[in-house]
């Protein structure tokens, strides 16, 4: 049987600040936006990306402060690319860092508006085999 994690929830303080960080700026799609009596959420997915985040006021949300998300991993073909794509869309972002010169050993970070952090792991393999089939892609 297949496990597969297809939604992180993201603890953020103002939905609409945060639906535009990461729609626009990070560049994730926005999947969609429910208000709904008292219920305000979005869920957005990075490109390329079977797992999606869920920002809003959910009950599972309320648990987690704002910003209090650690280490959110994206995966990249070229870390040097994917850094300067979200510079140039005014993401403040890290350095790039290598920890080892083999595949998977470069990282970068960023962060969103609350706080919650996010690293950029560049694995080369990702642009000939990426996890999802481009023509398996909507």
């Not at 999947?31 to 008292?38: F, I, K, Q």
């Not at 990075?46 to 869920?54: E, L």
């Not at 070229?78 to 850094?83: S, T, V």
């Amino acid at each position: 049987m297949d496990w597969t994690l297809e939604v992180v929830i993201v603890p953020v303080e103002d939905i609409d600040r945060s639906i535009a960080f990461y729609r626009d700026q990070a560049g994730f799609a926005l999947d969609h936006h429910t208000v709904n009596g008292g219920m305000n959420f979005a869920q957005l997915t990075p490109r390329g990306s079977g797992c999606s985040i869920v920002i809003g006021n959910l009950p599972g949300q309320n648990d987690m402060a704002p910003g209090s998300l650690r280490g959110l991993q994206l995966v990249v073909a070229d870390a040097a690319a994917a850094r300067e794509e979200l510079l140039g869309r005014g993401v403040d972002c890290s350095g790039i860092t290598v920890f080892d010169e083999r595949d998977g050993g470069t990282f970068f970070g960023f962060s969103d508006p609350d706080g919650n952090t996010w690293a950029v792991q560049q694995i080369k393999a990702r642009a000939d085999k990426p996890l999802i089939p481009h023509e398996a892609r909507g």
